[in-house]
């Protein structure tokens, strides 16, 4: 069984489209444990309208709520009987393997690192890492919030963490990986890449491809794509501002004429189907990768569907050993710059 | 008469395209004078398919090309015959007052800075301001693509350049101008924005509004946008990116079924409309902002209408004096400074 506590009280639709998606994921996978951390009535409430397996279910009480209005560090540090706080210590005393939560991303960011710890002290600093759409189905962005101002040693130990994720719960083998630049060639860069660039260059656990440009990330011109937090927020975030911007002008504009409403009619099927695969929200949650467990966490208007994906999610991410992989990993870095310090 | 030069040999459809923009811009603009620079015979050949007026124009031969493939600054101190250099050499000896080019962004970026030179001892740097299409119109992204690892004094300057140039080239009244962040809070950022935030806050020539994030942008959240380059030139070619995916996977996504397709030629036209709204070479090229006279880069496939837009928009600069208002907001600066350190 592999035990995954999910933040019943975290997002835009808690309780109920949280504890949807949980019924949901113990429907399709018969291997999850689900502990459902919240106010207890409201839980309860929710799953009465289910006939979810009870023996695979448990319903842990906290009685608070972080919100996404307050600073992060303090509510961590106050509000120990929220669903986040309890949820992450499930993690930490090794009673959940996993943790879900469409709560406060900042405080999912710091309770992950100050609550649950880092999976190894080879390991600089975890790395919040989201698939997003692309033409070709999705790419990994590795760091998008956890840690601000880092470094070229930290880049590369994302692009280790993002290429064993992609290729073991993801599936695409041999993943390749780039770091985000101004221009293809080498010599181009801010100070950060230029550091970086020749440490993925030499690692020899993963499939460095060099540069890309931001222009051909939605063309999926890479599986793994390594940038530092503030460029990958910057990313993500404009990714679905220009998304949602241009999908509205296209419906608006339909709406002008007699001759372009009927169209919008006949089109509206193909269109829906086309803008589902552009919805990264099919593949789950962003995992904070580099925890000593696991911690997913969905966008804050997550639905059933994607709540019931990261829990999958969270299985194949058990059932693959990853933290064990990532461990492995960071100490064979380690082997490496000894060596190369010889 | 505003004198500009042109880059006749930049870009994927010179001299074409080129000189047909130019033709176009005398005819709507009777106070420009072009002079066109590059292969006379080249240029002598475009200019026999239309009827412009000759008086309007001259003709400056150079014979070399720098093209994309070149490391940029070899190729502007070697290739002392290309159009970029004769061109720009135009404006650092007062024979003209812009110059617009759809060649080498790098070329056109190092040129600028070591031919032309800066507008006034107190800018550090010159900045690369494109326009960026929003929902509501359009915003200006400074800096893009002229420095790599800026300074918060530098964020300053952009700022108050960009304030200038949309206030009197783009019409807009008290610009809104706002850093990109990573949340709207003052508290979050990387150092360079918490540094450069109270510089902009304390700024009382500009309109400052605080953080934005980039889900915003393509709302039309700020008119001046302000970051470093690396993280403009991010921004810049992922709107291109998502936007020219998504178009393709909704035009891909209506030919699937025979329904769709008749729908998509009812939307078509409409579809044309809104996606002419999102491109923003309808306002010409991206000023090199703070030389001593103005470089506007456009597009590297930019057609006539964008090469002829550029040339407006460089009368605009010059008939408003940007120039002479950056000098004096920038000499008030250090007026400021001096009374802050007493």
Redesign the interface.
Known sequence: MVKIAVDAMGGDNAPGQIVAGVADALDICGDIHALLVGREEAIEAELGKYSPDRSRITVVNASEVITNDE?PANAIRRKKDSSIVVGMKLVRNGEADAFVSAGST?AVLVGGQTLIGRVSPQLRRAALAPLIP??KGVSLLIDC?AN??ARAVDLLQFARMGSIYMEHVIGIKQPRVAI?N?GTEE?K???L?KEAFPLLRACRDIRFIGSI???????GGADVIVCE???G??????????????????K???M??L??K??????????K??LK??DASEHGGAPLLGLNGLVVKTHGNAKAAEISHSLIQCVSFAREDINGKIKKSLADEEGQSVLQED
């Open positions: 600073p900042g692309t033409e919030g601000v101002d985000v101004i010599e860069g801010n100070a890449v440009e931001a222009r051909e990330i939605p063309h937090a503030f460029v927020n910057v990313i993500l975030k404009l990714y679905e501002g220009v998304g949602s911007t241009l999908i509205h002008m296209v608006q504009g339909m002008g004429s001759r372009s009927i169209g919008a009619l006949l089109v509206k099927p193909a269109l189907d086309t695969v552009f």
